[in-house]
């Protein structure tokens, strides 16, 4: 993902194919555990990138088919970040 624009409380975040993700901080807002997984390219880099944002990734879990991690964006909502499976070999 690549970071769109940012401040105290509101993020713009791009993801692969342009899709955007806008994080929100809502003080108010029950915690909660996001209904869907996201999907990075390198989840090494990935986690370091949002650990020297100051964003607290938990740590990496190595899986047998994704690696991942959950963080906790701004406005409460636990994401999980999965490692990507996808091949870069022709179809």
């Known amino acids: 993902m690549r970071l769109v624009f940012s401040a105290d409380n509101f993020a713009i975040?791009?993801?692969r194919g342009g899709t955007h993700l806008v994080l929100t901080a809502d003080p108010e807002s029950e915690l909660i555990k996001g209904a869907?997984?996201?999907m990075v390219e390198d989840i090494d880099?990935?986690?370091?990138?949002y650990t020297e944002l100051g964003l607290k990734p938990g740590a990496?879990?190595?899986?047998?088919i994704h690696?991942?991690?959950e963080l906790r964006?701004?406005?409460?909502t636990l994401i999980?970040?999965?490692s990507s499976h996808v091949s870069?070999?022709?179809v």
């Open 73 to 76: 964006e701004p406005g409460g």
């Open 80 to 82: 999980k970040f999965n």
């Open 60 to 64: 990496i879990e190595r899986g047998s």
């Open 88 to 90: 870069d070999l022709p």
């Open 36 to 38: 869907f997984d996201l």
């Open 67 to 69: 690696d991942e991690f």
């Open 13 to 15: 975040l791009e993801m």
């Open 45 to 49: 880099a990935s986690h370091r990138q």
